[in-house]
């Protein structure tokens, strides 16, 4: 099994220019997530979805989009990418919430640059 | 405000030796602790997931404590190998929102 496939792994945008973090997990998970993960910190939820349709706000929603069109799509969009924004992303997935004891498996991670 | 803690930030020790790496939390309500271990550039994985009643998890060399009344939590890693060098992430759910909060993490080298 693929598990969460993240794409792409590298990228380097330019300020003000706009993007998609693919995410597609192959283990039919209600729950998917984004995350970013900043040095010195500890991984902070951006947006999460609890099912196709459905979709709500993390932590640190402000410049990001997302879409749950299907199961096994959950797209993470920057609206007008800003420096602030460089970092790495992880997208996640579980067969429920955080709240059970159901594992969470998280992608290997998409690099991003703004400069 | 609930936060997750780890101690301490950085560790190095020598093959074969074991280690323990701290975790303390202010989460209320508790729902479950996790422990994740990520290597360098690559996502992070799950070791344990413990509940409110349990004490002890094992995974391998792995073994996670919980200690609910002190809200504290350790990872033991016994015999430790250079594979064992990476980031220890301690995540804990509240339970009212299914939230989950992340520890910083401690940083492993394992050394020959």
């Known amino acids: 099994n693929a598990g969460v496939t993240q794409t792409p792994k590298f990228q380097v945008l330019k300020t003000g220019q706009s993007m998609t973090l693919q995410c597609a997990q192959d283990?039919?998970?209600?729950?998917m997530s984004w995350y970013r993960q900043d040095p010195g910190m500890g991984l902070r939820l951006i947006h999460y979805?609890?099912?196709?349709?459905?979709?709500d706000q993390g932590e640190v929603p402000n410049g990001y989009n997302v879409s749950r069109s299907t199961t096994e799509d959950f797209p993470l969009r920057l609206l007008s990418a800003a420096p602030s924004q460089t970092s790495v992303y992880f997208c996640?997935?579980?067969?429920?919430?955080?709240?059970?004891?159901?594992?969470?498996?998280f992608g290997e991670g998409s690099w991003l640059t703004v400069v | 405000k609930n936060q997750v803690e780890q101690s301490p930030q950085s560790l190095i020790i020598l093959e074969g030796k074991n280690c323990t790496l701290q975790?303390?939390?202010?989460?209320?309500?508790?729902?479950?602790l996790r422990w994740y271990k990520q290597d360098t550039g690559r996502g992070p994985v799950s070791l344990t997931i413990?509940?409110?009643?349990?004490n002890t998890k094992s995974n391998g060399r792995y073994t996670a404590t919980l200690d609910a009344d002190t809200k504290q939590s350790s990872l033991h890693i016994t015999a430790s190998q250079l594979s064992d060098s990476a980031s220890y992430i301690c995540?804990?759910?509240?339970?009212?929102?299914?939230?989950?909060?992340f520890g910083t993490g401690t940083r492993l080298q394992v050394f020959p």
């Open positions: 996640a997935s579980s067969y429920r919430s955080g709240g059970s004891r159901n594992t969470i498996y």
């Open positions: 283990m039919n998970h209600e729950y």
């Open positions: 979805s609890v099912g196709a349709g459905i979709t």
């Open positions: 975790c303390n939390y202010t989460v209320s309500p508790f729902s479950n």
């Open positions: 413990m509940t409110f009643s349990e």
């Open positions: 995540v804990v759910s509240a339970g009212n929102t299914d939230k989950l909060i």
